[in-house]
């Protein structure tokens, strides 16, 4: 067999190979991954990002740029390829992209190394360009929906004749993993009834899995259920058929009504003779010997490593590059002269970019008197989320079908109802989907708008996954759950949220506030509205709570510092310290009441929110009780008053364990006192934005999709959370 001394073919063909040649080598060198479907899906990969995608590499944070979520996050290689060969800009935390490239070849040559931009599956906020994090199997086409929802409700929007400021397109890339999730169903079956024409899933049909063909467990026709679905379903029968997968994009482009469905025929492992279309080519590197041999089938050096053949960087530039600059630019020229025909629109659109909030957003959050029968907390929360969703315009959700319970439904006129044809509407009907409807939301907060879902607490075990993944890629994604305790009623034990309340505050990074009374739920509301990268567990009662008087107690604005001292012995310190979260508070409050007549010292503490707290330790007190719904109340957590686990950096060795941030340093302070700050000054990268609006749509204090965080090695994030600004200087490595 002879080598081939360079690598033969047209320029597609050799952008393909390059791609996969870059896989292979990455993997084999990293001596981990996921080669296979790399190899097979690089046409697709190619012919998507270099022929179809309305995004410009040079700004990968533009607003109405094409989404592109890879929802099998293990092919990981494949997007950092694209992104490298794209020569995708990275973007610092205040969202000016810099010079660097997003992905460089060295950082390729380090997949899934310590403080790779590639680390083994595609982290949102790690890597400019990455969409979504995803790895856990079926949550990037979740995500994917609410990008299509957002699509369709910032048009609705924002839209004005002559100014077609959104109509982004969202592509998905699935595989038989994605496809046997029930999230991916459950997301499917919402997209195909809304109708969402802006979706388009590119599902890589290669028949193979972990433990080997997909009939080992896998059977249904997925283009006929997919047409039940209400979608548009198209077929390429040869992955590497690039004129075939052009006239697929281009029905879905044309498609105006359903969400498009294309089932591409791949081989997994392409190329390489011994493994192809088997499971051995799934997540193993192929071994010096294979890796000869498809290489020998590329047509490629067999010998050569990492190589980019001359002309391919230019020919993507030339392509996408140039394609992505245009469009880009002209978007920014219709924006400036948007500023000028609709400035209030402008201004909104620029808040919400920067995850900022209007002016006097809280105005008209109320107080609750005194009142010791009280109300329930989903009660006092409903009342004040519809006090601030008028005036922030970009504030949308609802429920898997329980907004009569959970009261999260927005009641004021003009809300409307989100259906196919009132896509401007602010009430959302997720259905009984929990799972789909948080990965949804977690899509619509990716989008910018501002994003709740709700269901019964009990239920939160069904969207778990999306809800660990909210915490990970740090968006302010509003969880809301109601009916928190035994106090839901008489359903029985099948309803009795026991263990959740303790699991959900296990998940590092996920605030969890469970307000005691009407006041912490309206100061609940003023934290969670200016968080900017928090999600949020916001646990409520069904049952009336009293509404303590605060004349008598401590103000609920003590909430923002997670816990705080509601009372406190006439005189002397506390010989008792009573600690509670949300219903429990209220007893803890009588207790203290008969306690104090007896006379012993006791103090109460609220502690709405336990991975936040900055409340000290006891030290005089000689008993601490801490009085908290299910089993955690025997176990105490360890410091009882505020330690959390945290992610381990990019590639995890081991999890550190120390106290989470303050809540109160994790707020932004956009209230009615201080106005949005004005853009940060542009980078030199680019001298022709009329509008400058690269950095002012994206400019968000700690960057919202890219390098924020810091290398591995340098302190736990956790502290990221209490210093909000790091230096730029830090990122620009
Ligand atoms: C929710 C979830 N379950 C399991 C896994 C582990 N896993 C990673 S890849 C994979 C098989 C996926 O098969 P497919 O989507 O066909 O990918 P391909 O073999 O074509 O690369 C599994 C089970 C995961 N990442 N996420």
């Given at each position: 067999?002879?080598?081939?001394?360079?690598?033969?073919g047209?320029?597609?063909?050799?952008?393909?190979?390059?791609?996969?040649?870059?896989?292979?080598?990455?993997?084999?060198?990293?001596?981990?991954?996921?080669?296979?479907?790399?190899?097979?899906?690089?046409?697709?990969?190619?012919?998507?990002?270099?022929?179809?995608?309305?995004?410009?590499?040079?700004?990968?944070?533009?607003?109405n740029?094409d989404?592109?979520?890879?929802?099998?996050?293990?092919?990981?290689?494949?997007?950092?390829?694209?992104?490298?060969?794209?020569?995708?800009?990275?973007?610092?935390?205040?969202?000016?992209?810099?010079?660097?490239?997003?992905?460089?070849?060295?950082?390729?040559?380090?997949f899934?190394?310590?403080?790779?931009?590639?680390?083994?599956?595609?982290?949102?906020?790690?890597?400019?360009g990455?969409?979504?994090?995803?790895?856990?199997?079926?949550?990037?086409?979740?995500?994917?929906?609410?990008?299509?929802?957002?699509?369709?409700?910032?048009?609705?929007?924002?839209?004005?004749p002559?100014?077609?400021?959104?109509?982004?397109?969202?592509?998905?890339?699935?595989?038989?993993?994605?496809?046997?999730?029930?999230?991916?169903?459950?997301?499917?079956?919402?997209?195909?009834?809304?109708?969402?024409?802006?979706?388009?899933?590119?599902?890589?049909?290669?028949?193979?899995?972990?433990?080997?063909?997909?009939?080992?467990?896998?059977?249904?026709?997925?283009?006929?259920?997919?047409?039940?679905?209400?979608?548009?379903?198209?077929?390429?029968?040869?992955?590497?058929d690039?004129?075939?997968?052009?006239?697929?994009?281009?029905?879905?482009?044309d498609?105006?009504?359903?969400?498009?469905?294309?089932?591409?025929?791949?081989?997994?492992?392409?190329g390489?003779?011994?493994?192809?279309?088997?499971s051995?080519?799934?997540?193993?590197?192929?071994?010096?010997?294979?890796?000869?041999?498809?290489?020998?089938?590329?047509?490629?050096?067999?010998?050569?490593?990492?190589?980019?053949?001359?002309?391919?960087?230019?020919?993507?530039?030339?392509?996408?590059?140039?394609?992505?600059?245009?469009?880009?630019?002209?978007?920014?020229?219709?924006?400036?002269?948007?500023?000028?025909?609709?400035?209030?629109?402008?201004?909104?659109?620029?808040?919400?970019?920067?995850?900022?909030?209007?002016?006097?957003?809280?105005?008209?959050?109320?107080?609750?008197?005194?009142?010791?029968?009280?109300?329930?907390?989903?009660?006092s929360?409903?009342?004040?989320?519809?006090?601030i969703?008028?005036?922030?315009?970009?504030?949308?959700?609802?429920?898997?079908?329980?907004?009569?319970?959970?009261?999260?439904?927005?009641?004021?006129?003009?809300?409307?109802?989100?259906?196919?044809?009132?896509?401007?509407?602010?009430n959302?009907?997720?259905?009984?989907?929990?799972?789909?409807?948080?990965?949804?939301?977690?899509?619509?907060?990716?989008?910018?708008?501002?994003?709740?879902?709700?269901?019964?607490?009990?239920?939160?075990?069904?969207?778990?996954g999306?809800?660990?993944?909210?915490?990970?890629?740090?968006?302010?994604?509003?969880?809301?759950?109601?009916?928190?305790?035994?106090?839901?009623?008489?359903?029985g034990?099948?309803?009795?949220?026991?263990?959740?309340?303790?699991?959900?505050?296990?998940?590092?990074?996920?605030?969890?506030?469970?307000?005691?009374?009407?006041?912490?739920?309206?100061e609940?509301?003023?934290?969670?509205?200016?968080?900017?990268?928090?999600?949020?567990?916001?646990?409520?009662?069904?049952?009336?709570?009293?509404?303590?008087?605060?004349?008598?107690?401590?103000?609920?604005?003590?909430?923002?510092?997670?816990?705080?001292?509601?009372?406190?012995?006439?005189?002397?310190?506390?010989?008792?310290?009573?600690?509670?979260?949300?219903?429990?508070?209220?007893?803890?409050?009588?207790?203290?009441?008969?306690?104090?007549?007896?006379?012993?010292?006791?103090?109460?503490?609220?502690?709405?929110?336990?991975?936040c707290?900055?409340?000290?330790?006891?030290?005089?007190?000689?008993?601490?009780?801490?009085?908290?719904?299910?089993?955690?109340?025997?176990?105490?957590?360890?410091?009882?008053?505020?330690?959390?686990?945290?992610?381990?950096?990019?590639?995890?060795?081991?999890?550190?364990?120390?106290?989470?941030p303050?809540?109160?340093?994790?707020?932004?302070?956009?209230?009615?006192?201080?106005?949005?700050?004005?853009?940060?000054?542009?980078?030199?990268?680019?001298?022709?934005?009329?509008?400058?609006?690269?950095?002012?749509?994206?400019?968000?204090?700690?960057?919202?999709?890219?390098?924020?965080?810091?290398?591995?090695?340098?302190?736990?994030?956790?502290?990221?959370?209490?210093?909000?600004?790091?230096?730029?200087?830090?990122?620009?490595?």
């Amino acid at each position: 067999m002879t080598t081939p001394r360079r690598p033969s073919g047209d320029l597609d063909t050799i952008c393909v190979n390059t791609i996969r040649t870059l896989a292979i080598d990455a993997v084999e060198k990293a001596d981990s991954g996921h080669p296979g479907t790399p190899m097979g899906m690089a046409p697709v990969g190619y012919q998507l990002w270099q022929r179809q995608l309305r995004f410009d590499p040079a700004d990968p944070i533009w607003p109405n740029r094409d989404r592109f979520v890879l929802s099998e996050g293990h092919a990981s290689i494949l997007l950092y390829a694209l992104l490298h060969l794209a020569q995708v800009k990275a973007v610092n935390p205040a969202y000016e992209t810099i010079g660097r490239a997003s992905v460089t070849l060295e950082d390729i040559k380090s997949f899934r190394e310590l403080g790779s931009r590639c680390p083994g599956h595609p982290e949102y906020r790690w890597t400019s360009g990455v969409e979504a994090t995803t790895g856990p199997l079926g949550q990037g086409v979740a995500n994917s929906v609410g990008m299509a929802i957002a699509s369709l409700w910032l048009a609705s929007r924002y839209n004005k004749p002559g100014f077609e400021l959104f109509d982004f397109d969202v592509y998905a890339l699935m595989g038989d993993g994605c496809m046997m999730e029930g999230i991916s169903d459950e997301a499917a079956s919402l997209a195909g009834h809304l109708g969402l024409s802006k979706l388009c899933w590119i599902y890589d049909n290669n028949h193979i899995t972990i433990e080997g063909n997909t009939a080992l467990a896998f059977s249904e026709d997925v283009g006929t259920i997919f047409s039940g679905y209400g979608w548009n379903v198209t077929r390429v029968s040869d992955a590497n058929d690039l004129g075939s997968l052009s006239k697929a994009f281009q029905v879905f482009r044309d498609e105006t009504e359903r969400p498009t469905l294309v089932i591409v025929d791949s081989h997994i492992g392409y190329g390489a003779p011994d493994i192809v279309d088997t499971s051995a080519a799934h997540g193993e590197p192929l071994g010096a010997a294979e890796v000869k041999k498809a290489k020998h089938s590329y047509g490629w050096p067999e010998d050569a490593k990492f190589l980019i053949p001359d002309g391919v960087y230019k020919h993507f530039a030339e392509g996408i590059g140039a394609r992505g600059s245009k469009l880009r630019d002209a978007w920014m020229s219709l924006f400036s002269d948007y500023e000028h025909k609709h400035p209030e629109l402008a201004a909104e659109l620029l808040a919400m970019q920067r995850r900022e909030l209007p002016e006097g957003w809280d105005a008209d959050i109320p107080t609750f008197d005194a009142d010791p029968t009280g109300v329930a907390t989903r009660d006092s929360s409903g009342e004040v989320l519809n006090a601030i969703a008028p005036r922030v315009p970009w504030l949308i959700g609802g429920s898997a079908d329980l907004a009569p319970s959970t009261k999260t439904r927005l009641t004021f006129a003009g809300a409307g109802d989100f259906e196919e044809g009132n896509v401007g509407a602010r009430n959302f009907h997720f259905g009984i989907r929990e799972h789909a409807a948080a990965a949804i939301t977690s899509g619509l907060a990716l989008s910018k708008v501002r994003a709740y879902w709700s269901s019964f607490l009990v239920f939160s075990d069904y969207a778990r996954g999306a809800i660990r993944l909210s915490a990970l890629m740090e968006i302010p994604v509003i969880h809301v759950f109601t009916h928190d305790s035994i106090g839901m009623g008489q359903d029985g034990p099948t309803h009795q949220p026991v263990e959740q309340l303790v699991s959900l505050r296990a998940i590092p990074g996920l605030v969890v506030l469970r307000p005691a009374d009407a006041n912490e739920a309206a100061e609940a509301w003023r934290v969670i509205m200016a968080l900017q990268h928090d999600p949020v567990a916001l646990v409520l009662t069904r049952q009336a709570v009293p509404t303590l008087d605060r004349s008598r107690y401590a103000p609920a604005s003590g909430l923002a510092q997670g816990a705080y001292v509601l009372a406190d012995p006439a005189e002397g310190p506390p010989e008792v310290i009573i600690i509670a979260t949300g219903s429990e508070v209220s007893l803890a409050v009588a207790a203290y009441a008969e306690l104090s007549t007896e006379g012993v010292a006791v103090r109460v503490v609220s502690m709405p929110s336990c991975s936040c707290s900055t409340a000290n330790p006891p030290p005089t007190a000689t008993r601490c009780c801490l009085l908290r719904s299910g089993p955690g109340s025997r176990s105490r957590r360890h410091p009882p008053w505020g330690g959390t686990a945290m992610w381990a950096p990019t590639v995890r060795s081991s999890a550190c364990t120390r106290s989470g941030p303050p809540l109160r340093s994790r707020i932004s302070r956009p209230s009615s006192a201080s106005p949005p700050t004005r853009w940060p000054t542009p980078p030199a990268t680019r001298s022709n934005d009329t509008a400058s609006l690269k950095h002012r749509t994206s400019s968000n204090h700690r960057g919202d999709t890219h390098d924020h965080r810091d290398p591995p090695g340098s302190r736990p994030r956790s502290e990221h959370l209490v210093r909000r600004h790091p230096p730029i200087a830090s990122h620009l490595r």
